[in-house]
């Protein structure tokens, strides 16, 4: 279970946090913004697959706002919790390779 129990609360919180930001900070949040509209512009792949790639960048980067964000979005576009789930198996497993990676360089770090 996760800590957020009100995803719906969680993004709205963010979205004042966010106006106070752009408020101290203009220029950082139209250059985010213009970044995420930017990524957001698909001409070669469907909106779902698109959600599916930036859910599961957003549960290796641990970033909750990105979750909420784009599993709302995924869903909008059609996508099932059945897709949802497979695409999170993919992140997932590949969290798992980068450790399995470092692990190996772990090793060579620790020399013979």
């Known amino acids: ?23 101290l900070h203009p220029e950082i949040v139209k250059g985010f913004t213009a970044l995420s509209a930017g990524a957001h512009a698909t001409r070669h792949l469907d909106a779902k697959t698109r959600e599916f790639i930036a ?14 964000a784009h599993a709302r979005k995924a869903k909008a576009a059609g996508a099932t919790r059945e897709e949802i789930a497979e695409a999170l198996g993919v992140a997932i497993a590949l969290n798992a390779g980068a450790a399995f ?6 090793l060579d770090a620790a020399g013979e």
Do not use: F, N, Q
């Open 55 to 68: 859910l599961a960048v957003a549960i290796t980067t641990r970033c909750e706002g990105c979750i909420e």
């Open 101 to 106: 990676t470092y692990a190996l360089h772990a």
């Open 1 to 23: 279970m996760s800590a957020i129990k009100d995803w719906t609360a969680y993004a709205e919180a963010l979205k004042g946090r966010g106006k106070e930001l752009r408020a």
